[in-house]
């Protein structure tokens, strides 16, 4: 039965993946400029996490949408990174694109 909860997990990852990058509903994705340098299509750490909060309805608990997020961020090989790969997902105002800077 472990198996059918990883595949369920699998699953609903998957669900949130395409619900995070939809463009009606999901996270905002925009050029951000940092430090005289414009980074194309990404979105902002905390800006993630209240997705989550909303999407997922996690009871107000930051830590748990954080965790969330970091989940989906590993899954599959990587759904999104931080724009210098030094961070998983945190909870402030640190970019992140879609990984290998294609949305899906």
């Known amino acids: 039965s472990s198996v059918k909860t990883v595949s369920d997990e699998s699953s609903a990852l998957q669900y949130l993946k395409q619900r ?12 951000r400029k940092y ?3 414009t980074y194309k299509q990404c ?3 905390s800006e993630a996490v209240d997705w989550l909060l909303r999407f997922v309805h ?3 608990d930051r ?3 954080l965790d969330l997020g970091n989940k989906l961020m590993r899954f599959n090989g990587g759904t999104f990174e931080h724009i ?3 961070h998983e997902l945190i909870d402030e105002n640190i970019f992140y ?3 290998s800077g294609k949305v899906i």
């Open 43 to 45: 979105f902002v750490g």
């Open 20 to 31: 995070f990058f939809d463009t009606d509903q999901g996270v905002e994705l925009c050029d």
């Open 63 to 65: 830590k748990k949408a």
């Open 97 to 99: 694109v879609a990984t």
């Open 84 to 86: 210098l790969r030094k």
């Open 58 to 60: 996690v009871e107000n």
């Open 35 to 37: 430090r005289l340098k």
